[in-house]
């Protein structure tokens, strides 16, 4: 039975985002808000605070997508990665969290427009922890590394550097991530990385968890080089319905500045197709542009797909 016979009501799960005309499959679209500043005031002859009507804003919306293929074009899993620290394969490691990169987002005003403008800054990048398995023979492999920042020698009140601090502190630290026969499918590295936290977790006696011990990094870029590098060797795309527009909008948040985009949200019913069919809506967001990106924790205890989310700041929206 054609749709137009049927009830239309709106189904929260049937959905694509088209990004310079192409049209890309994602996993949750969530925070997608339209409001009004409230201007809240009363005056000393009066019971009552009267409520009126300020600028016209909307709140950051966050897309969510799988965007790494495995072995078969389906979505990889976060289990299977690797670490390296200055080139060096770093073994056992069960957890790396916080990769990701976002920029500072400022709002503009002006006199002739109700809109709020919004504009991006200066780009951070989040402290990365990698969380390590302890393993006795290898004798607090990460600890190398963080030695080079100073070391003490006690005890009591003769503490003191050992050797005097070094300045090769600095390390490429590179997470890749593989597909289960093995090849890489997508790598970031953390420029010029060190490490500011070095922590041995916690110890319980009636606890059947091995002994971890964790590192956090923060970046020091230098120059026109980005804190944090992204390379997707093997995108989603095979049988899939993605964009590479997209892709490439979402990049230039690690390797570039932001760059505004139209974006539109599309709507279906079940037993439409997406690229096939026409939507039964969209919603249009004007002057999009990607203000963060965090990708899933990586965790080798855990199974499912490696996800990201991307936040989106914009200026307006229109149901089309």
Not at 199 to 223: C, F, H, K, N, Y
Not at 295 to 302: E, H, K, L, R, S
Request: aromatic letters at 10%; proline letters at 5%; glycine letters at 10%.
């Amino acid at each position: 039975m054609p749709w137009e016979e049927q009830e239309q009501r709106g189904r929260a799960g049937f959905f694509t985002v088209t990004c310079g005309g192409e049209e890309h499959q994602l996993l949750a679209v969530t925070g997608l808000r339209r409001f009004v500043q409230n201007d809240e005031f009363t005056t000393s002859a009066s019971l009552d605070f009267i409520n009126l009507a300020g600028h016209l804003d909307v709140d950051n919306l966050t897309l969510r997508e799988a965007p790494i293929a495995g072995c078969l074009g389906e979505p990889v899993g976060q289990f299977l990665f690797e670490l390296r620290v200055g080139g060096t394969k770093i073994g056992h490691v069960r957890r790396i969290t916080g990769l990701g990169v976002r920029w500072d987002v400022g709002t503009n005003r002006e006199s002739d427009s109700l809109a709020t403008q919004k504009l991006f800054y200066k780009r951070r990048y989040p402290a990365v922890t990698t969380e390590l398995v302890v393993e006795w023979k290898e004798k607090w492999q990460l600890y190398n590394y963080v030695k080079k920042l100073g070391e003490f020698s006690g005890p009591g009140a003769a503490f003191s550097v050992v050797d005097g601090f070094v300045c090769d502190h600095v390390q490429d630290v590179t997470i890749v991530a593989k597909a289960s026969d093995g090849e890489d499918v997508a790598k970031w590295t953390l420029s010029r990385a060190w490490p500011m936290s070095y922590r041995i977790g916690d110890m319980s006696a009636d606890s059947t968890d091995p002994l971890m011990v964790s590192v956090e990094w923060v970046v020091a870029p230098q120059g026109d080089m980005p804190g944090v590098s992204e390379k997707i060797i093997r995108p989603l795309g095979r049988g899939q319905l993605v964009s590479p527009k997209f892709y490439q909008w979402v990049a230039r948040a690690f390797d570039g500045v932001p760059k505004r985009e139209t974006l539109i949200l599309n709507y279906y019913l079940p037993g439409l197709q997406p690229g096939v069919d026409a939507p039964v809506a969209r919603t249009r967001l004007f002057n999009c542009f990607p203000s963060e990106v965090t990708y899933q924790d990586f965790d080798a205890a855990a199974d499912g797909r490696l996800t990201r989310e991307i936040t989106v700041a914009f200026d307006g929206m229109l149901p089309v």
